[in-house]
């Protein structure tokens, strides 16, 4: 079959969609009752794949420590309808909530995935790539660029709901820094930013954070005194103390960018000396071993597994 483009699996969340009355999908609405989300993936035109096209992706969540990927196809006779485990779930209303939400058309499949929200982005990330995979719909022989900016400065930790910070503690906070809303911490953007690649990091970079007094104060929102963020980080305060201008910058990774030039799946193929996933570098030898008088010089001591 050709590849349908016309949708290029986009990641809708559909979480409202399971408060709905006329919804009955049960496993999934206790668990939006306990604060998860529902995500989905519509895969365009696939009305006519068999069930072991499905199966064989829900096996495949699974085997990635999901729960797994429900499914179900649109269909219209008289009336919208859907097709699969999970469509007598669904009303006809609640079908053209979910069309009109994610733009599907009837003749579209729906995979659905109900999680916190960390583990459903990294679920519905993987299977939007496996999906693609299987309906070949990705061109290998395009560099598709992307900027990834407006990042959250923090985000709530799902188990212990603290504020933690995000990714870079030490970016600038976006916008008018007298009119921050800093009693609303989830809603402050950072100044950082990536370029992706086919779906690869090639470089990541921010604006630097360079008042001190204002570090401090996002410090304190994520529970860092002023005296932790001095004994911590030291060197920074420090140097920002004396009167640093804005600067901030961008780091390439080389390797990366070699890597897809090349065609390569595996970082370790373009690089000099690569290592494997037991940090060995196996053309050199290396690590070797060291005697006891060099551990004695370091004043290092080994405790070796029985």
Known sequence: ?????????????????????????????????????????????????PRSFFDNIDTWAKEQGSSGLAYFTIEKE????????????????????????????????????????????????????????????????????????????????????????SHNPFSMPQGNLKSINFEKPLEILAYQYDIVCNGIELSSGAIRNHIPELMYKLFSIAGYEKEKVDKKFSGMINALSYGAPPHGGIAPGIDRIVMLLANEKNIREVTMFPMNQNAEDLMMNAPSKINENQLKELNLSLKLKK
């Not at 009955?24 to 365009?44: D, Q």
């Not at 006809?92 to 599907?104: R, V």
């Not at 109900?114 to 560099?143: G, H, P, V, W």
């Open 1 to 49: 079959d050709k590849p349908d483009l016309r949708n290029p699996l986009i990641i809708k969340d559909i979480t409202e969609v399971f408060k709905r009355d006329d919804v009955s999908f049960e496993i999934f609405k206790k668990l939006v009752s306990t604060g998860s989300k529902v995500r989905c993936i519509v895969t365009p035109n696939t009305k006519n794949k």
């Open 78 to 165: 008289k009336n919208i309808n859907a097709k699969g485990p999970i469509g007598k779930f669904f009303t006809q209303n609640a079908l053209e909530e979910i069309m009109k939400i994610t733009k599907a058309e009837v003749g579209d499949s729906i995979f659905l995935s109900c999680a916190k929200q960390i583990e459903l982005e990294r679920i519905t990330s993987l299977a939007r790539n496996k999906i693609a995979q299987d309906l070949n719909l990705i061109d290998e022989n395009t560099f598709a660029f992307c900027w990834i900016v407006d990042y959250p400065m923090f985000e709530q930790n799902e188990d212990t709901k603290k504020i933690e910070f």
